[in-house]
């Protein structure tokens, strides 16, 4: 995993007034908390954050006010819900060979056996446990030739080393289901006719 460099700067002022300069600005507020230190308030360059979040469970090493150094990871984003930019973020405070609880997406290969099956993702992303300088990006499972009423358990899945599940062995992380043909309800059709008159 890559660590991605930010500058940040302590911020003094709070409430919602402060935060929309901020984001006017084209910043960040956040907040650096861990390791039973007191929160640090904190403001990003807006941009940079967002292309570091596109990487999930990111490493990110802060330059705060050019005078510390710290390892952090994404706790918390908020965006806004219409246009999608960054609203707020918390960052959690790592060490080098800590180990911290994170999720991992999953990504799926392979083609399910043919029949026209559905793949459901019970689990979309992972509960591991592995050490901050070294969260894998993604784990990647074979779904080929699945057939529909398989499942896909935690403890199938191989992770790298040094990473271990933090949820049950026997959790579902992936299942076929068989596909369904859907009847249009009685009457459907003249419904129809109707509108359209």
Do not use: C, W
């Amino acid at each position: 995993m890559s660590e991605v460099k930010i500058a940040a700067e302590t911020r003094t002022e709070f409430g919602k007034g402060a935060a929309r300069r901020i984001r006017r600005s084209d910043k960040v507020p956040g907040v650096l908390y861990g390791h039973g230190s007191d929160p640090l308030h904190l403001t990003f360059p807006g941009h940079e954050l967002l292309l570091a979040l596109r990487t999930p469970n990111v490493l990110i090493a802060l330059d705060i006010d050019g005078k510390t150094n710290e390892l952090a990871i994404p706790k918390s984003v908020q965006r806004d819900p219409v246009k999608g930019f960054l609203e707020h973020v918390d960052l959690l405070l790592v060490k080098r060979g800590e180990k911290v609880q994170v999720e991992i997406p999953v990504q799926t290969e392979g083609e399910l056996a043919p029949g026209g099956n559905l793949l459901e993702h019970v689990l979309s992303a992972l509960p591991v446990e592995a050490e901050a300088t070294h969260i894998p990006e993604s784990v990647t499972v074979s779904v080929e030739g699945l057939e529909a009423g398989a499942s896909v358990l935690a403890k199938d899945i191989k992770l790298p080393s040094g990473v271990s599940l933090s949820v049950e062995d026997d959790a579902v992380v992936l299942q076929v289901l068989a596909a369904q043909a859907e009847e249009a309800p009685e009457g459907a059709e003249e419904g129809e006719e109707a509108a359209e008159a």
